[in-house]
């Protein structure tokens, strides 16, 4: 997919979102590996709001170093964007990475402190776990939630340390507790699959508190 096309198809998803109640204001962001060069990607740029983001309110960062690229008129890289270098960066086959701020992810709680940083949380074994391509009879999986540091970079630090530490996960998404999930996926139709997923799947926890 061409780089405009997949601008265009992100731009769709971000309306979709909005009207799913999972970006409010200019919650979440939304990014897109450059096919091109690889090595760099696009996200939504920083205070647009998500039920009209335009496709050209995106802005190109470094999957390196996470430096700007290229921006129009002033465009800012969401406050986000390190935690999607973070990702593009540790997985080289992905593609995409979204993240929204969900109702039923706000409403769960696992407790992870700030010096603890990661709390790796059992997961139900239910059947839209087949969403991420685990086909097991009642799986045994757990997601990594980070605790929600003011300091975003931080964030992206304790995510880039578990991965480090801990390998990629097996289900393609972490949780940042009180804030919202991030998936990822090597084509934006295969991350919004997995969004929808997480969403089923984090509704369920919700609803069983
Ligand atoms: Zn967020």
């Known amino acids: 997919m061409d ?26 962001n939304l990014s897109t590996r450059d096919n091109q060069t690889h090595n760099q990607f696009w996200i939504t740029a920083s205070g647009k709001h ?25 465009l800012k890289p969401s ?21 929204v701020h969900t109702i039923d992810s706000n409403l769960l709680e696992f407790g992870v402190g700030k010096e603890e940083g990661c709390k790796e949380i059992p997961l139900p ?23 929600n ?16 530490n801990h390998g990629i996960p097996k289900v393609p998404f972490l949780l940042i507790e009180g804030h919202g999930p991030t998936v ?10 997995h969004l929808e997923a997480v969403h089923f799947l984090l509704q369920v926890m919700a609803r069983r508190i």
């Open 50 to 74: 998500k039920g009209e983001l335009k496709d050209s309110d995106f802005v190109c960062v470094s999957t390196l170093d996470g430096s700007l690229v290229q921006a129009n008129d002033g």
């Open 125 to 147: 074994p239910i059947e839209i776990i087949k969403a991420f391509g685990i086909w097991d009879e009642k799986p045994n999986l757990t997601m990594p939630v980070f605790y």
């Open 149 to 164: 540091h003011t300091h975003v970079p931080t964030i992206a630090n304790e995510i880039k340390r578990y991965f480090q």
């Open 3 to 28: 780089l405009i096309t997949s601008l265009q198809e992100i731009t769709k998803l971000s309306h979709l979102y909005y009207s799913r109640q999972w970006m409010f204001a200019t919650a979440g």
């Open 79 to 99: 406050a986000e964007t390190s935690i999607h270098q973070v990702l593009y960066s540790q997985m080289p086959d992905v593609g995409s990475c979204l993240h």
């Open 184 to 193: 990822w996926g090597k084509t934006i139709a295969e991350a919004n699959k």
